[in-house]
T-cell receptor
Framework: GENVEQHPSTLSVQEGDSAVIKCTYSDSASNYFPWYKQELGKGPQLIIDIRSNVGEKKDQRIAVTLNKTAKHFSLHITETQPEDSAVYFCAASRNTGNQFYFGTGTSLTVIP | SQTIHQWPATLVQPVGSPLSLECTVEGTSNPNLYWYRQAAGRGLQLLFYSVGIGQISSEVPQNLSASRPQDRQFILSSKKLLLSDSGFYLC??????????FGSGTRLTVV
C-alpha cells in the first residue's frame, strides 16, 4: 500500500517569512495530492491540490510542487500570517482509488 | 452545493456505555464515506470507509463498528466504550480523484 511521510512535524516561522512542508510517497501509481489545513478543534479543510500531470500549482500565497520522479511534493506558503497557524496534512491517492493516505501532519506556528 | 453534517460536536460518555455518532451528506449521491479518528490532535487514523449502502470496510480491529443504512448516512457505533476510545472523530465524504470534505468533528471523552 501507499506510505506518505511528512516533514517537519513542527515548524515555527516569523510573520512574513515563507514556510515549506515536504511529503514523500511510495506508490508510483498515486496521481492526486491534496493538502489540508486543520485549525484547532475543527475538521481539516482542503486548501490546494495537484494532479500528476502538473508540476506546480499556485493559489495566491499558497503553492504546491510535485516531483513524480522523486515521488515527493511540497507545500509553500509565502508571506505567512498568524492566521496560517494550523496543522497541515498532505495526502496521496489514485484517481480510481477509494482511499487517501495522509501524512502525519505539520504543526505550523507563525510568530507575529 | 455539497454539505456534510456531523453530530454531536462534543460528547462525554462513561466507560462501558454505548456510542452512536451520525454523519449525513447533502447535495450528492453515492459518495464514498469515511470515519477517521484523531488522537492527541495530530495524525488521522482511518477507521472505516464505505463505497455504498451496506458496504463497510474496516481498517483496524477495534471496539467500534460502522453502518451505512442509507446512501448519505454513515453511523459509527460501539456497544461498550473503552477509555482508549477517547479522541476526535471525523466523518468525510469523497470520490476517487477528488479531495475529501470533512465534517466538523466530534470530540469524544470517555470517563
Amino acid at each position: 500500500g501507499e506510505n506518505v511521510e511528512q516533514h517537519p512535524s513542527t515548524l515555527s516561522v516569523q510573520e512574513g517569512d515563507s514556510a515549506v512542508i515536504k511529503c514523500t510517497y511510495s506508490d508510483s501509481a498515486s496521481n492526486y495530492f491534496p493538502w489540508y489545513k486543520q485549525e484547532l478543534g475543527k475538521g481539516p479543510q482542503l486548501i490546494i491540490d495537484i494532479r500528476s500531470n502538473v508540476g506546480e500549482k499556485k493559489d495566491q500565497r499558497i503553492a504546491v510542487t510535485l516531483n513524480k520522479t522523486a515521488k515527493h511534493f511540497s507545500l509553500h506558503i509565502t508571506e505567512t500570517q498568524p492566521e496560517d497557524s494550523a496543522v497541515y496534512f498532505c495526502a496521496a491517492s489514485r484517481n480510481t482509488g477509494n482511499q487517501f493516505y495522509f501524512g502525519t501532519g505539520t504543526s505550523l506556528t507563525v510568530i507575529p | 452545493s455539497q454539505t456534510i453534517h456531523q453530530w454531536p460536536a462534543t460528547l462525554v460518555q462513561p466507560v462501558g456505555s454505548p456510542l452512536s455518532l451520525e454523519c449525513t451528506v447533502e447535495g450528492t449521491s453515492n459518495p464514498n464515506l469515511y470515519w477517521y479518528r484523531q488522537a492527541a490532535g495530530r495524525g488521522l487514523q482511518l477507521l472505516f470507509y464505505s463505497v455504498g449502502i451496506g458496504q463497510i470496510s474496516s481498517e483496524v480491529p477495534q471496539n467500534l463498528s460502522a453502518s451505512r443504512p442509507q446512501d448519505r448516512q454513515f453511523i459509527l457505533s460501539s456497544k461498550k466504550l473503552l477509555l482508549s476510545d477517547s479522541g476526535f472523530y471525523l466523518c468525510a465524504w469523497g470520490r476517487g480523484g477528488s479531495g475529501y470534505t470533512f465534517g466538523s468533528g466530534t470530540r469524544l471523552t470517555v470517563v
